[in-house]
């Protein structure tokens, strides 16, 4: 199998979601498949939206539960990603809110902590 030539030298990124597009073209709606590109708003989720899951999670307390990530190197990106204006700011904070989420939820067996808001 080789892959064709409109795939190759493409950033891995618009390559893989060539691929996808691709992949599914026979089952997904033309409506689905032709729209632009909406973006992700992690920039704004975590300007305000999951501030209490931040709070929670990434606070020196959530870090030390977990003990995978250095609260002050979270604290520099946290501090980076609310300083900048730019829409991707906020993807690595989402990454660690992902990944700190991720461990409560599997390892530390807590899920109690997705169902109220009240941190």
């Known amino acids: 199998m080789t892959i064709p030539a409109r ?11 060539a691929v996808l597009r691709l992949a599914f ?27 209490h899951l931040k709070q929670y999670l990434l606070s020196p307390g959530g870090l030390k539960r977990t003990g ?29 809110l992902v990944l700190q989420a991720w461990y409560e939820l599997y390892v530390n067996n807590n899920e109690d902590f997705f169902i109220t808001r009240d941190y």
């Open 7 to 17: 795939f190759k030298g493409s950033e891995s990124e618009d390559m893989l979601k």
């Open 68 to 96: 995978l990530l250095r609260p002050d190197t979270v604290q520099q990106i946290l501090e980076a990603d609310k300083a900048s204006k730019k829409k991707s700011a906020g993807k690595r904070t989402w990454g660690l």
């Open 25 to 51: 073209e026979d089952i997904l709606p033309a409506e689905i498949s032709e729209r632009e590109p909406t973006g992700y708003p992690s920039y704004y989720w975590t300007q305000g939206e999951v501030e």
